[in-house]
């Protein structure tokens, strides 16, 4: 069957250059970077060139690179690495689960933490951020660009608001990374996640950028890796991965690559804005993210539209991939103040490089005639009540 694969914010697919790149480090360079023969120093040397590579994608130094097991242990790390009994943190509603799990462990050991809001095109107002400061705020942490709708968050202002009453501010960035510029300078921040599958490096790796300085405390403890920020063996062919990854999109971005990406991605809104009654794009009115569009099919529930679309080969989500399965509707589109069957009705579609212009049109060409078929099945689609 021809399957088409519009979940690449769920994950991407490695490219066949990182893939290639990786493979020495499965078996003829197989050393521990630790070890001081030549074996070690190979690998070592390979870490190395990751790290200036994932360095130069954020417009950091090398030595603030910390490699992870992924987004959420990066996460994990920046907040738990900080925060302590006693202090308060301010994030957001719309955070993904690796942040507002962590956020909820937090305030069940003595911590406290203000949610900000977002408004309807869910953007996070950075005076809500600032009055949410108290004496005793340790973090904020609000993520880059949201996983579900793609808007990206002004950060630059609460890295502004962050510095002036100095505190430190962690940003979730595993959605932005390798899809917008990201310079950590501008942005402000002393914390920034980044996870390698979501940037067509393989699952299982990502990095924490840590700003010179900021004092972690670690979660693992073992010997001195990753300057006794993480122990714990470095995964090599995965963390080459990501720098090669890292790399390749760092050249994207300069040559302007992701414009034809989002051109692509409009053209979906439009078509299915067009030939479907009783849609809208949800964050459309939003700075987002080239690759993520997330549209509301009134009357229909999305887990059914994505099971129907993946029987004729199309691969879309309802959201986060972790909650699918769960009848909850996203907390992201009922925080943006969508009544929870609108947030049910909803689905994302999110490119990645591998993407052509004939998906699109294949994807296009079954979504009309699928969505009329769910709403002639459903109880609750009035053809007359709809309106947006
Ligand atoms: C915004 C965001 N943060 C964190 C994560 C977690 O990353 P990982 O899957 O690498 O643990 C994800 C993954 O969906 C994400 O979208």
């Excluded at 909850?328 to 009705?345: D, F, I, K, T, Y």
């Amino acid at each position: 069957m021809h399957r088409v694969y519009f979940d690449n914010n769920a994950t991407t697919p490695v490219l066949p250059e990182v893939l290639e790149a990786m493979q020495p480090y499965f078996s003829n360079h197989f050393g521990n970077a630790s070890s001081i023969h030549h074996h070690g120093q190979e690998t070592r040397a390979a870490v190395e060139r990751a790290r200036e590579s994932v360095a130069a994608l954020l417009g950091c130094k090398a030595s603030e690179i910390v490699f992870t097991s992924g987004g959420t242990e990066a996460d994990n790390l920046a907040i738990f690495g900080l925060v302590r009994e006693g202090d308060h943190v301010v994030s957001s509603t719309i955070e993904h689960h690796a942040v507002l799990n962590s956020c909820k462990h937090l305030q069940s050991t003595g911590c406290e933490v203000t949610y900000v809001p977002v408004d309807a095109r869910g953007l996070v107002d950075p005076d809500a951020v600032r009055r949410a400061l108290r004496p005793n705020t340790r973090l904020i942490t609000i993520m880059m660009a949201n996983n579900e709708t793609g808007v990206l968050q002004p950060v630059e202002e609460i890295g502004k608001i962050a510095n002036e009453a100095d505190i430190y501010f962690h940003t979730d960035a595993v959605q932005a990374a390798a899809k917008v510029d990201i310079d950590v300078k501008q942005v402000g921040c002393d914390l920034l996640s980044i996870s390698g599958h979501k940037m067509h490096a393989p699952q299982g790796v990502g990095a924490l950028y840590v700003h010179k300085g900021t004092r972690l405390q670690p979660m693992l403890y073992g010997g001195s890796h990753e300057r006794s920020r993480r122990a714990g063996t470095e995964n090599v062919p995965a963390i080459v991965g990501l720098g090669k990854a890292a790399a390749l999109a760092k050249a994207a971005l300069n040559r302007g690559e992701f414009s034809p990406m989002a051109q692509m991605r409009d053209h979906i809104e439009r078509q299915i804005l067009a030939q479907i009654e009783a849609t809208g794009v949800n964050g459309g009115g939003a700075p987002r993210v080239p690759n993520t569009t997330n549209i509301c099919f009134d009357g229909i529930e999305g887990e059914a539209l994505v099971i129907a679309l993946d029987l004729k080969g199309l691969a879309i989500s309802t959201g986060a991939a972790c909650s699918s399965g769960a009848i909850e509707p996203s907390h992201v589109l009922l925080a943006m103040g969508l009544p929870a069957e609108r947030a049910r009705a909803s689905i994302r579609f999110s490119l990645g490089k591998q993407n052509t212009r004939e998906e699109v049109d294949f994807a296009l060409s079954l979504l009309s005639p699928t969505v009329d078929r769910l709403r002639e099945l459903s109880p609750v689609y009035n053809k007359q009540a709809v309106s947006h």
